[in-house]
Nanobody, 124 residues
Framework: QVQLVESGGGLVQAGGSLRLSCAAS????????MGWFRQAPGKEREFVAK??????????TYLDSVKGRFSISMDSAKNTVYLQMNSLQPEDTGVYYC???????????????WGQGTQVTVSS
């Protein structure tokens, strides 16, 4: 069982920055993914970013609209993944969910484990 605890959401003006954190506890095993999805009001949950690692090394994947603005990283010693969000825009507003395990980049999202979500609101 993996537990995910998110933090870092809040209210920010357009052009501002936030950093989300997701701390994982429990046995994660090898070939593990951690990432972020978001859900705007009235819309389907969508993939934002993920980081994957295995014996081959790590890799990252991003939603096209956040490339160059968002960056995902991991502190393995703390079992924590971060999402640094810069140049935030109102369209980035939504509930951001941490995901872990087998993270699928599909509409609606799919993963083995989910956090409770943290609200990100970007005002104009």
């Amino acid at each position: 069982q993996v537990q995910l605890v998110e933090s870092g959401g809040g209210l920010v003006q357009a052009g501002g920055s936030l950093r989300l954190s997701c701390a994982a506890s429990g046995r994660t095993g090898s070939n593990y993914d951690m990432g972020w999805f978001r859900q705007a009001p009235g819309k389907e949950r969508e993939f934002v970013a993920k980081i994957s690692w295995s014996w081959k090394g790590g890799s990252t994947t991003y939603l096209d609209s956040v490339k160059g603005r968002f960056s995902i990283s991991m502190d393995s010693a703390k079992n924590t993944v971060y999402l640094q969000m810069n140049s935030l825009q109102p369209e980035d507003t939504g509930v951001y969910y941490c995901a872990a395990g087998r993270v699928a980049v599909i509409p609606g999202g799919r993963a083995d484990y989910w956090g409770q979500g943290t609200q990100v609101t970007v005002s104009s």
